[in-house]
C-alpha cells in the first residue's frame, strides 16, 4: 500500500499530510472496514459544488438548464470513471477476493466511487481551496470539449430521445461492441439501435459516455439530414 500511495502522491498531485485518508479512499468496501464509502458520500457533494461554480463562472449567460446539463455530463459515473483511469487508480485499489476475481478495478462504478472519496480525502487533509487546486485540472480536457457560447445546445443523446418522444416512438438502445486499450487508455466502440424508424449507428470515444453521444450524433445526422 506504501508504493501505491507514494505514486498517487505524485499523479494525483496532492501529498497527504495525512496518509490514512488516501488509505481509505482506495479501500473498497469488500476489503473491509474503513471503506470509502463515507468518503464517497461526501466527495459527491464536493465535487458537484465545484463543477457547479465552476460552470457558473465561465458560462455567464447559460440559463439552468444548460448549467445542470453541464454539471450531470462532467460528473456523471462514465465521466469520473475516465478520470480514474488516467489516473491509472485501477491497479491501485484495495478490493477484496471476490472484486478482484471478477475484475472490479475496471467496473466504472467503483472506479467513479474512488475518485469521489479521493477528492473528499484531500478535502478533509487540505482544505476547500487546496482540493480545488488539485481536483479541477482533471476536468479540464472535459470542460474545453463542452460549447463555449454560454448557452449549449443539449447533448446528442438527449436530441435523439426528444426527437424520438415527440413523435412516440421506441428509445433507442445502447450497445458497447468493444473496448480495448490499457485502463488509463481505454477505447470505446458502441452502436445505437431504433426500432422506428430501424436503424443502426455507431460510435467510438475515449469512454462509454462520449462513444454513446456520437453514436446518437450519428442517428440524428441520418434522422435530420441538413
Known sequence: MATK?????????????????????L??????????????????????LLIAQTMFERWPKADEGALTRARSALVCESALA??????ELGPRLQLGPGELKSGGFRRDSILADAVEAIIA???????FEACRAVVM????????????TGKPDKDPKTRLQEWLQARQRHLPNYELISES????????????????PTMVSEGEGSSRRIAEQQAAAAALAQLEPK
Not at 500511495?5 to 505524485?10: A, G, S
Not at 480525502?121 to 482544505?127: E, H, Q
Not at 485540472?137 to 463555449?148: C, R
Open 5 to 25: 500511495q507514494v505514486y498517487l502522491k505524485d499523479r494525483i498531485g496532492h501529498r497527504f499530510a495525512n496518509p490514512d485518508l488516501l488509505a481509505q479512499a
Open 121 to 127: 480525502a484531500i478535502y478533509l487533509d487540505a482544505g
Open 27 to 48: 479501500r473498497h468496501r469488500s476489503a473491509g472496514v474503513p471503506h470509502n464509502e463515507r468518503l464517497e458520500f461526501l466527495g459527491d457533494s464536493i465535487v458537484n
Open 137 to 148: 485540472p482533471w476536468f479540464e480536457a472535459s470542460i474545453a470539449e463542452l460549447p463555449a
Open 181 to 196: 486499450g490499457d485502463d488509463h487508455a481505454k477505447h470505446f466502440h458502441v452502436r445505437c439501435t431504433l426500432l422506428d
Open 82 to 87: 475516465l478520470i480514474a483511469r488516467q489516473l
